[in-house]
């Protein structure tokens, strides 16, 4: 590797520097308590896959080039020269962690892997070597926002389009716009995914509790998160920032998108407004009577995947359950504790590279499939977009022949009086 | 050989204690200077209060006693041994009243505190030699546990030896006046520490013990003082 590319790397690492993550590096004492947490490593059994051998990886480029050890004794902690080779270690690290954070709770000291990570996946930008698609579905969404006027009309019409839908379904009162957009001062900013399944729904369940809401014109997933790069997770997440100061909300709901709310939510400081996920707040309506559901309408037996960034990450985890006793009189927990449940194995940009993780995926999610079957339910339900796709896969390829389902449709779907 | 012992037993000693003083202060100045991390890295469910169950996490291991029982029983006796080490070697260099509100003789433990040590010591280092820790290790990680055990081993020896065996060439007060001697800035060594037939024991005590606390704020050990504020972050 040539010695500007690696210093220009190794000035990237260091931008990665903050007290907490060299509480991070300088931690580990490989103690192993870690190994199970993994579910790749429970499903695939190779260390490469336990979260300490994965940020051991970047610790052993950091001991060599941050440390002064790495360069009088290096064999001592295995340092690393930052190589073509090691770089490749990195990426299968990164991208075989989906941040499900798992590790996390497991770990004596709490070492956050997903966050030690970051570091791999920003030398992978920086090298040029990081999955392009993501680099391309994220540089497509800040350009989206930087040339909005573009794509305003067709975003407007294609609103116009699922409107007829929800009017269909659900009637709406006379006169007022099934999908506002663009209102100022109104209570709450939904942020959805660009796909008529995570708009139709939340609008029907909006309309009925009467909110004073409004769409917003971006779409909620951050392939910047995915990536690990700080700069375009922040250009993403601020188009929605900006959006929600520029209406005067007051609170921005968050679609079903774990991620999403977790960037928004726990990632971007203090915000002149409250972020919910949309879970939390169709629980809100229920609370205060503001919806009904139809408790008989799901006699099958459901099971709720707690998505990782939503619940144990998130802290979404009682609210899924509140809805749940409210749809149905059978429901069927999936893990003892939420914060233990297995992630699908989608996160981390995983499902957004599609095809390409495919077999990965689903041999590392042996034991999400296991979990689900031990669960005997014929319904699986999910709040979040790439769970639902990953458990869909699962579903697919372990033939559990399960119903999977987004629990804001199933909202939709249950609302007594439409 | 008493230049060795000469060596070993003062100038080095304060080489060592100066790196491992001024070493994790600068290191801690370093880390805790840095810029706080954006966002919050909580794990949910939340419970309060917040420091009370870092401090939990952070001195009962509750992660490691659930997924490894037997570790966590090696871990547990390893801490608690080392603190009450502390407290033997604090009672080598003077009397506290404070510590003998349980009443015991110098050094405490009646040669077992030692021996718990060496034995969690072997334990992990042998957990480290085999399948799948040992695919975690790295060289440090055995160097560290061997200077240890040798460090508790020669020093305990010398315990068991006066405890257990009556030879008590160098007693309480030999050390007081050699550690004491040492903590005044003017150091000496009593007759008794240099000349007994355990001398040769306390010279490698004391040799590892300077190794360790000169690689102390370089290693992985520094998770003494970082634990708890790690601990804090998960709990939000």
Wanted: positive net charge; charged residues 20%.
């Amino acid at each position: 590797m040539e010695e500007k590319i690696r210093d220009d790397l190794l000035k990237l690492f260091q931008g990665r520097f903050n007290r907490v993550m060299r509480f991070y590096l300088e931690t580990c004492t490989r103690c192993g308590v870690c190994m199970e947490a993994c579910h790749v490593y429970a499903s695939m059994g190779q260390i490469k896959y336990t979260a300490a051998y994965r940020h051991e990886l970047v610790r052993r480029v950091y001991k060599k080039y941050f440390k002064a050890r790495g360069r009088l004794w290096p064999s001592l902690g295995e340092a690393k020269e930052l190589n073509e080779n090691s770089l490749s270690e990195l990426y299968d690290a990164a991208y075989s962690c989906t941040g499900c954070r798992r590790c996390m709770v497991f770990c004596p000291f709490g070492i956050d892997t997903q966050m030690v990570m970051s570091i791999a996946k920003l030398l992978l930008i920086g090298a040029s070597m990081e999955p392009e698609i993501l680099t391309m579905l994220a540089d497509m969404s800040i350009e989206k926002g930087k040339s909005f006027e573009l794509f305003k009309e067709g975003f407007l019409q294609g609103i116009r389009n699922l409107e007829a839908e929800v009017v269909k379904k659900w009637q709406t009162e006379a006169g007022t716009a099934a999908i506002p957009v663009d209102v100022r001062d109104a209570d709450l900013l939904y942020v959805a995914l660009a796909g008529a399944h995570s708009i139709i729904p939340a609008a029907a369940v909006f309309n009925a509790a009467g909110e004073n809401w409004t769409l917003s014109f971006f779409e909620a997933v951050n392939f910047g998160a995915f990536m690990g790069d700080p700069a375009r997770t922040a250009l993403i997440m601020n188009r929605i920032v900006d959006e929600a100061k520029r209406l005067r909300v007051k609170e921005v709901c968050i679609c079903e998108c774990g991620t999403a709310f977790r960037v928004v939510k726990q990632l971007a400081g203090s915000l002149p407004f409250k972020v919910s996920s949309i879970t939390e707040v169709h629980a809100r309506y229920i609370r205060e009577g503001r919806i009904k559901l139809d408790r008989s309408r799901y006699t099958d037996q459901i099971t709720y995947h707690d998505p990782c960034q939503l619940a144990r990450n998130g802290g979404v985890i009682d609210e899924p359950r509140y809805i749940l006793e409210h749809l149905t009189d059978r429901f069927v927990e999936m893990s003892p504790e939420p914060r233990m449940n297995w992630c699908c194995g989608g996160g981390g940009g995983l499902v957004a590279l599609g095809e390409e993780t495919m077999d990965f995926r689903m041999k590392s999610s042996r034991v999400k499939a296991d979990q689900i079957r031990d669960t005997g339910a014929a319904t699986l339900v999910t709040a979040c977009e790439n769970c639902h796709t990953q458990l869909s896969n699962i579903n697919d390829h372990y033939k559990l022949g399960l119903n999977v389902k987004f629990l804001s449709s199933m909202v939709a779907e249950g609302l007594i009086g439409n | 050989m008493e230049t060795i012992y000469y060596l070993v037993l003062i100038p080095m000693v304060y080489i060592a204690f100066t790196v491992f003083v001024l070493g994790t202060a600068l290191r801690l100045v370093k880390i805790f200077r840095g810029p706080s991390a954006p966002g919050k890295l909580q794990i949910y469910p939340e419970k309060r209060s917040k420091w009370l169950w870092a401090a939990y996490d952070t001195f009962l291991f509750p992660t490691v006693l659930r997924r490894k029982p037997s570790l966590w029983v090696f871990l547990m006796l390893f801490h608690i041994a080392f603190i009450l080490l502390i407290i033997g070697h604090l009672e080598l260099i003077k009397e506290f009243a404070f510590f003998q509100i349980i009443s015991h003789e110098v050094f405490p433990g009646k040669g077992f505190i030692g021996l718990t040590l060496s034995i969690c010591l072997l334990y992990f280092l042998f957990r480290r030699f085999s399948s799948p820790v040992r695919e975690l290790s790295v060289p440090e990680d055995y160097y560290l546990l061997i200077l240890l055990f040798l460090t508790v081993f020669f020093g305990s020896e010398m315990d068991w030896a006066r405890r257990w065996y009556y030879y008590d060439t160098i007693s309480v007060d030999s050390y007081r006046g050699y550690l004491f001697s040492l903590i005044t800035l003017k150091p000496e060594l009593p007759y008794e520490i240099t000349s007994s037939g355990h001398t040769f024991m306390l010279v490698l005590h004391i040799f590892f013990a300077n190794l360790f606390l000169i690689f102390f704020p370089f290693s992985q050990v520094m998770h003494s003082f970082l634990s708890l504020p790690m601990n804090k972050l998960r709990r939000g």
